[in-house]
Each structure stands twice: as structure tokens, then as C-alpha cells.
């Protein structure tokens, strides 16, 4: 009985410290979440930015090309042009403005969401892959502890084979691979997002996607070259 008492003592302090791990892995995950709704806050502040820019350039053009101030204007410098063309030149150059500012700003909005993400996923990837670790060494820490009570109560070796560290290593690696990121991944996920390089942004959401599940890794160009993906936001 002693021995399954010391053992249950164990467990429960394993357990309680895998609760905190796992606190700790939740924390860091919102800190995650926060720092992302502080990346769409600035896209959305860049869609305010867009739209005021727009109203003052629609008034701009009412106050200095709107009207006759237009058309003399344009007929000063243009004498032969028929008249009716002074308002429809005015009118394009002012759509022209509008088409441009707001193709621009869809694809800065764009490229920051889609960069928010990636950064998030990232920083989110490798939170859970320190709770891996600290799982993997508290379970680590409870089999060894479980061993020496053996050895200490009976006063022989549960089993001489366990006697390597390596052994306990294999046996939680084993246990615990089925959640391990890493097994997923593209083996060179880290060091292609911390090298980075920009791509356009349906290249690299596709890009991204095939990085975190691994997938499609034997046709990824940046693969075969050796790790220069993911432009960081």
C-alpha cells in the first residue's frame, strides 16, 4: 500500500501541474487573440482612413472642378474640344481617383488580414508547441517518479530497460505524438516564416495552408529550395 500511495500522491501533483500548463497555454492564446484584434483595428482603421480620403476628394473636385469652373477651366487651355466633352473628362478623372484609391486600399485591407492571420496562427502554433514540451517533461518527470518509488519500496528495478532515460523518453514521445504539432507540420515551417519573403496575397494564404498541415510539401518550390516562404506581416 505504500508504494500506491506514493504513487497517487504523484499523479495528483502531475495532474495539477498539467492544469497549470494548460492555464498557461489559454493565457497565452488570448494574449494571441488580443494582439490580432489589434491588427483588424488598424485595417479598419485604414478602411476609415480610405473612406474619409474619398470624401474630401469629392470635395474637392465640387470646389476647384465642379461647375463652370471646369469648363472654363478645360476651355481656356483646350479651345477646339466640343463642349460637352469639358464635363465628361471632369467625371472620369474624378472616377479614375475613386477606382484607384479604392483598389488600393482593398488590397493593403486584404494583405493585412491575410498577414494578421498567418502571424496569429504562428504565434498560436508555437504557444501549443511549448505545451507539448511541458506536457511531455511532466509526464516525463511522473514515470520516473513512479519508478524510483518502485525501486524504493521493493528495493529492485521495476525494469531494468527503463533504467536508460532514453527509453522514457521513446515511451512519452510515443505516447504524446499523436498532438504534437511538429508531426504535422512542414518540417521547415519555422525557419521559413523567421526568414520570410512576400508573396501576393492568394500565394500566400495557399502558401500558409500548406505549411501548417504539412500537406503538398513535395511539390512546395520553397521546400526543394530550402526554407524562404512565409513574408512576415
Do not use: H
Not at 6 to 29: E, K, Q, T, W
Not at 49 to 72: D, K, M, R, V, Y
Not at 118 to 147: C, H, M, N, P, W
Request: contains cysteine.
Amino acid at each position: 500500500m505504500l508504494y500506491f500511495d506514493s504513487v497517487y500522491a504523484a499523479i495528483n501533483s502531475c495532474v495539477r501541474s498539467l492544469l497549470n500548463i494548460i492555464n498557461g497555454r489559454d493565457a497565452n492564446f488570448k494574449d494571441v487573440d488580443a494582439l490580432k484584434d489589434i491588427y483588424t483595428a488598424n485595417a479598419q482603421a485604414l478602411e476609415t482612413f480610405s473612406a474619409n480620403l474619398q470624401s474630401s476628394f469629392g470635395q474637392l473636385a465640387s470646389i476647384t472642378f465642379g461647375g463652370t469652373s471646369a469648363t472654363a477651366i478645360v476651355a481656356y487651355y483646350f479651345l477646339k474640344l466640343p463642349i460637352f466633352i469639358f464635363p465628361l473628362v471632369i467625371n472620369c478623372r474624378w472616377c479614375s481617383v475613386i477606382c484607384g484609391s479604392q483598389t488600393v486600399y482593398c488590397t493593403l485591407v486584404a494583405k493585412k488580414n491575410v498577414k494578421a492571420n498567418i502571424r496569429t496562427d504562428y504565434q498560436r502554433d508555437l504557444y501549443y508547441q511549448q505545451y507539448v514540451r511541458a506536457s511531455k517533461d511532466a509526464l516525463k518527470g511522473l514515470f520516473t517518479e513512479t519508478l524510483d518509488l518502485y525501486n524504493e519500496v521493493y528495493g529492485v528495478s521495476y525494469d531494468t530497460k527503463y533504467d536508460d532515460p532514453k527509453t522514457i523518453e521513446a515511451l512519452i514521445n510515443n505516447l504524446m505524438e499523436s498532438i504534437d504539432f511538429k508531426k504535422y507540420a512542414c518540417p521547415k515551417i519555422y525557419k521559413c516564416y523567421a526568414n520570410g519573403k512576400k508573396f501576393n496575397q492568394k500565394d500566400l494564404a495557399q502558401q500558409w495552408s500548406n505549411c501548417e498541415s504539412g500537406e503538398g510539401t513535395d511539390g512546395c518550390q520553397f521546400f526543394k529550395e530550402g526554407a524562404q516562404v512565409i513574408g512576415k506581416a
